[in-house]
């Protein structure tokens, strides 16, 4: 199946510093999410971007489906952007089609 | 997008015994999904709940252990049978029409 691989898997930023975090993919995709889960377990949606680009605030998301990567981007960090950032692809092929497979997530602490 | 609404939000439950998961979709969705997610881990798929037919489960997951319902385009149930402190996790109903896929806030399950 496919393989999804987030880093850094941990990253510490002051507040106000922009941070890039990064997926890999390992096959072809017809879906592309990232997620951010709040510490009380609740996943939010941030993106849907199997391909080319989308801003959403202080948010970006940039995927390359041709080269197997997707970035995400958050500017001016907030002490609220604090929690794991998942990112989850789905296949064209496969018995489940359309189920999400994640990555391990980058777990993010911004610091006041 | 869809709103889902997932319920209990968290219990604590004893070994042996049995808990039932709802999932509402706030309007007819194509699948819908379950997923676990263990302490500190990221999310795994149990199975795709099927509208009329028995669900479809990935491997290291069985019906007799998590057997799941979808009597409609709208609710699904989960139940986690005879409860084992591994079992002890993060269970997340998810719903999609084939492109973006929404979750609900997930149902933090504690086995004592």
């Known amino acids: 199946g496919i393989q999804v691989e987030q880093s850094p898997p941990d990253l510490i930023l002051q507040e106000g510093a922009n941070s890039t975090l990064r997926c890999n993919f390992s096959?072809?995709?017809?879906?592309l999410q990232w997620f951010h889960q709040n510490p009380w377990g609740q996943l939010i949606n941030l993106f849907y971007?199997?391909?080319g680009t989308k801003q959403n605030g202080r948010l970006s998301a940039t995927t390359v489906a041709t080269e197997r990567y997707s970035l995400l981007y958050i500017s001016s960090s907030q002490t609220t952007d604090s929690g794991v950032y998942f990112c989850?692809?789905?296949?064209?092929?496969?018995?489940?089609?359309?189920?999400?497979?994640f990555g391990k997530g980058t777990k993010l602490s911004v610091k006041p | 997008s869809a709103v889902i609404s997932q319920k209990p939000s968290r219990d604590i439950c004893q070994r042996g015994t049995s808990l039932t998961i709802q999932c509402q979709v706030d309007?007819?969705?194509?699948?819908m999904f379950w997923y676990r997610q263990q302490p500190g881990q990221s999310l795994t798929l149990i199975a795709t709940?099927?509208?009329?037919?028995?669900?479809?489960?990935e491997s290291g997951f069985v019906i007799d252990k998590f057997p799941i319902s979808r009597p409609n385009l709208t609710f699904s149930t989960l139940t986690v049978s005879n409860m084992s402190p591994e079992d002890s996790s993060i269970y997340l109903c998810?719903?999609?029409?084939?492109?973006?896929?929404?979750f609900g806030q997930g149902t933090r399950l504690t086995v004592v």
């Open positions: 998810s719903a999609s029409s084939g492109t973006e896929a929404f």
């Open positions: 096959d072809s995709v017809n879906n």
């Open positions: 971007i199997p391909s």
């Open positions: 989850a692809v789905a296949g064209f092929y496969g018995g489940s089609q359309g189920n999400l497979i």
């Open positions: 309007s007819q969705v194509t699948m």
């Open positions: 709940a099927n509208q009329g037919s028995e669900a479809t489960y």
